[in-house]
């Protein structure tokens, strides 16, 4: 059903991009993924993401079948709505500016584009600079527990949040419930069921914190969201890049595919941002 919706979508898309157009379709010609000057079932899907991170609806699908007059099928009129709802989707892009608002956008902003740029790099100089006033002249700039530190300082999330190793910021937000919030309620998540897929219910700027067993606390990285960095980087929107992360003296923070290495898996979300964060304010921009 999905297949058949996709290629009927696909058309009506088209058939806007031809057309004499007017504001709501320039908008949504602007999310011409695969630069080719055509709305492709790609870039069709890119949008599914984009809406269903953005616009906390159940994404693309959910909006095209919503069959605007109830007629059962797609008609002008739904093509309509569609235009609408277009228009609103590149206003959230627009309101998505690089800096710190949320952890998640204060990750992407400090982050190298690509996977493999940051390897062996000293990082970006916005990450080196927040760095420095975030966690003081520390020398592991490459290192996963440094980078999600300065992401939820510099946000202003949490003032307090260890610099590292893992194992402290897991304890760290183990004592503070009324700021942290475990998502899968307390359970240890087993990571070959996720290995290369995100579990439903993650929202960008979710802290997640990777064991080798229960007791010892691995590796952390930061889920910012597919929509989230292709708005920051709209060249690589088609790669799926979908998480920040740094690795202990291997690579600098950089966007990256989700992938799980240890056994299990926990994630954190922050509920509760500081009144008056002491780093938020600070901007290297």
Request: aromatic share 14%.
């Amino acid at each position: 059903m999905k297949r058949i919706i996709s290629v009927l979508c696909a058309a009506v898309l088209v058939v806007l991009s031809v057309a004499s157009v007017g504001a709501a379709d320039k908008a949504y010609q602007k999310g011409d993924a695969d630069m080719n000057d055509r709305i492709a079932i790609g870039d069709a899907t890119l949008v599914q993401r984009y809406l269903a991170e953005l616009s906390d609806c159940n994404g693309f699908w959910q909006f095209f079948t919503a069959d605007a007059d109830n007629d059962g099928k797609l008609s002008v009129n739904d093509v309509t709505t569609i235009q609408r709802e277009l228009a609103q989707f590149e206003t959230s892009l627009k309101n998505i500016p690089y800096g710190n608002a949320t952890i998640a956008q204060a990750a992407a902003t400090m982050a190298y584009e690509h996977p493999g740029d940051g390897y062996y790099a000293p990082g970006t100089q916005v990450y080196r600079d927040v760095f420095y006033k975030t966690m003081g002249d520390d020398e592991y700039k490459r290192s996963c527990d440094r980078f999600v530190c300065a992401a939820v300082r510099w946000s202003g999330a949490d003032d307090d949040y260890p610099l590292g190793h893992v194992g402290n910021q897991a304890d760290h937000i183990y004592a503070h419930p009324e700021k942290w919030q475990d998502v899968f309620g307390g359970n240890f998540m087993v990571s070959d069921n996720y290995r290369f897929s995100v579990p439903a219910g993650l929202q960008p700027g979710d802290v997640v914190i990777e064991y080798r067993d229960q007791d010892w606390r691995s590796h952390t990285f930061i889920y910012c969201g597919e929509g989230l960095i292709a708005s920051f980087f709209p060249n690589s929107a088609d790669q799926g890049y979908d998480i920040t992360s740094a690795s202990y003296d291997d690579y600098a923070p950089e966007c990256r595919y989700w992938h799980l290495s240890y056994n299990l898996f926990r994630v954190f979300r922050c509920v509760k941002y500081e009144t008056n964060s002491k780093y938020k304010s600070y901007n290297p921009l």
